[in-house]
């Protein structure tokens, strides 16, 4: 196990890990950038605090730093900027100045400071400058480049008004007198950040330990549990209490027709014997997440209309990690388990069972695939990079689901159900298809049932 290098005040605000060294990590991946650029490059971190530009805001938030960033430097704070310059292979890092006073009430936070090395020291970048020096870098630099030249910014030229855009705009204005043009490194940095390295497949892993313990742990005291939240708390305690980080996402607990709401965050229902719950939950160990999904029973067995949609998901999954492999992208094979789903509502609802089905949307309710890295849902906005082509050491999910009104006469019985289902796992793509790291957090009818016996 590596020891943490930096001291434990700044844990939140330099990411670390117990399982490698965080400094080298970040390095390496400056590397693979600088050996990619043929220009310099600028990135701006969050600008300021979560929340801290209304006037309500009064108390701290957590902090939630811009991805990018992040993935280059492992700093967690606002106000601190990134240029590296492939000519020189300079690594710069501009940083607030430090401010005792901010951090007697929030904690430790690196700030520039003259004649200190401290921030060279926690981060590995040995080249560290107060952040009102970056403008005047930035100039002074793309004075040097041949006219017609351009720098590198990390913007999408399609997604307007976030800080990145607003950055870049403030860069424009600074390089307007020199003539050199902005460039979006975007791209590029996608094509370095979706796979991962050992390090982040190590941390991945070991998220999914913790999820696994956590999930085992609910379904064991399921019957304790009289509302959503008392589940939702209990989950989410057992995720916490056993990482380094952070919930990957506020967690999702959807009771009967609730389910169908697929983002639902009411989370204050009570929990009705006979009804299913949909648990969708994960935790951050590192910067990495895990982001699981399980459809359960309330009452610790799915009746048998339900045992049936359950496992027509769960049939689903399978049919599509069929097709998942290195060479293809997402969008190629992102209708296959809907479409497996209609076949076999058909198949075995409505001719099986004389049953019928009424679907909450059009063929499709949602991607069965999204990245996982440093963000959960990875991948560039508005695209979610699903043309992409896989590769090894990318990480993502496979989320079928089912939402709608579903009857049928099972052995003379008649079953009629409102219900959402959403089976998820993390499958992270090798030389030869995909290693689906959550196998071992159960999903199959007979496991849930007889964990929850």
Known sequence: MVVNTCSRPYSQVFIESSLYNA?????????????????????????????SEEAFVQTWNKMVQEPAFLYLTGINQPGCYLLLDPKTNDEILFVPPKDPFKEFWNGKRLGYLEDNNEVARITGIKDVRPVDELMDTVVARARKLPKGSYAYAYFFEKFKEDHNDRFRHQLLKALKPTGIKLKSAAALHWSLRLPLEPERIKDAEAAQAVTDHAFRTILAN?????????LGLALDYEMQRASDGDLAFPTIVAGGENACCLHYVKKDEPLKAGELVLLDFGIRIG????????????????????????????????????????????????????DFIIRELEARLVKGCK?????????????????IGEQIHEGEPGTRSLETVLRPGMLISCEPGLYGE????????????????????????????????SQNIPRTVADLEKLMA
């Open 355 to 371: 049953g019928k089905f009424k679907l909450l949307y059009d063929k499709r309710p949602h991607g069965v695939s999204h990245f």
């Open 287 to 338: 910067t990495l997440h895990s982001d699981i999904s399980r459809t359960i029973p309330v009452s610790g067995k799915f009746n048998p209309l339900q045992k049936m949609l359950y496992e027509i998901v769960l049939d689903s999954a399978a049919e599509y990690q069929k097709a998942v492999r290195p060479g293809v992208p997402l969008k190629e094979i992102g209708n296959i388990p809907w």
């Open 222 to 230: 399921m019957s304790s549990f009289k509302n959503e939240r008392a």
């Open 406 to 437: 579903f009857e049928a006469t099972i052995d003379g019985k008649k079953y009629r159900e409102k219900i959402g289902i959403r089976i998820e796992d993390d499958l992270l793509i090798t030389k030869d298809g995909f290693r689906n790291i």
């Open 23 to 51: 400094k080298n990590l970040y390095k390496k991946r400056r590397k693979a950038m600088l050996k990619e650029l043929d220009s310099f490059f600028v990135i701006a971190g969050m600008p300021i605090e979560p929340g």
